[in-house]
């Protein structure tokens, strides 16, 4: 199945700086998604990303699909944008999604 | 907006017991899937459910599992006899086509 790699796996930032996470996958996908997931463990959709540039508030992500990757940026990042970001990507064939290992986000205040 | 509920939040129960997690989808979807997390560890795809037949499983989905939707809002996961290591937490995903997957708060469970 496709591989899903997520860098770096541990992150700590002072409140205020940017950062960007990286996704690679190993195949060709259909759709990519970027998760945020609180410390109450809750998914949240940040982007719905199989291609091109997007951006909301102070997020944005780039996905280039013929170099199978795509990367999440936070610009002035607050305490609140801390806890596990998640890269999963779907197969070009198949319905399931494949999650990548995580980024852990800490910031600090 | 719309979002997929599940409960409960918490379930406890014993090793051997039978248990049901709820979903309920966002209205207009047809696409229904159940994922797992382990503790520390990453999401992983339990099913996928479509047209009222399971369209994709995993290893991880075996005869212990089943999936129903025995209504027009509910989407089931049961898991006949739990173990030890079916303890996580449990994701409902829903979406209207095979591309965009919304998920629920999940359910904690905890097997002792």
């Known amino acids: 199945g496709i591989q899903v790699e997520q860098s770096p796996p541990d992150l700590i930032l002072q409140e205020g700086a940017n950062s960007t996470l990286r996704c690679n996958f190993s195949?060709?996908?259909?759709?990519l998604q970027w998760f945020h997931q609180n410390p109450w463990g809750q998914l949240i959709n940040l982007f719905y990303?199989?291609?091109g540039t997007k951006q909301n508030g102070r997020l944005s992500a780039t996905t280039v699909a013929t170099e199978r990757y795509s990367l999440l940026y936070i610009s002035s990042s607050q305490t609140t944008d801390s806890g596990v970001y998640f890269c999963?990507?779907?197969?070009?064939?198949?319905?399931?999604?494949?999650f990548g290992e995580g980024t852990q986000l800490t910031v600090n205040p | 907006e719309p979002e997929v509920t599940q409960t409960p939040s918490h379930q406890v129960t014993q090793m051997g017991q039978e248990v049901i997690l709820r979903c309920v989808p966002i209205s207009n979807h047809l696409y229904f899937y159940w994922y797992r997390q382990i503790l520390g560890q990453k999401v992983e795809f339990l099913v996928s459910?479509?047209?009222?037949?399971?369209?994709?499983k995993s290893e991880i989905f075996d005869d212990q599992f089943s999936v129903e939707r025995p209504d027009g809002s509910n989407f089931t996961l049961k898991i006949r006899s739990t173990k030890l290591e079916d303890s996580a937490m449990y994701f409902c995903?829903?979406?209207?086509?095979?591309?965009?997957?919304?998920f629920g708060a999940g359910t904690r469970l905890s097997v002792l």
């Open positions: 999963a990507v779907r197969e070009t064939s198949g319905s399931r999604l494949t």
């Open positions: 459910f479509y047209n009222n037949e399971i369209s994709e």
């Open positions: 990303i199989p291609s």
């Open positions: 195949d060709s996908v259909n759709n």
């Open positions: 995903a829903s979406s209207v086509s095979p591309f965009i997957q919304y």
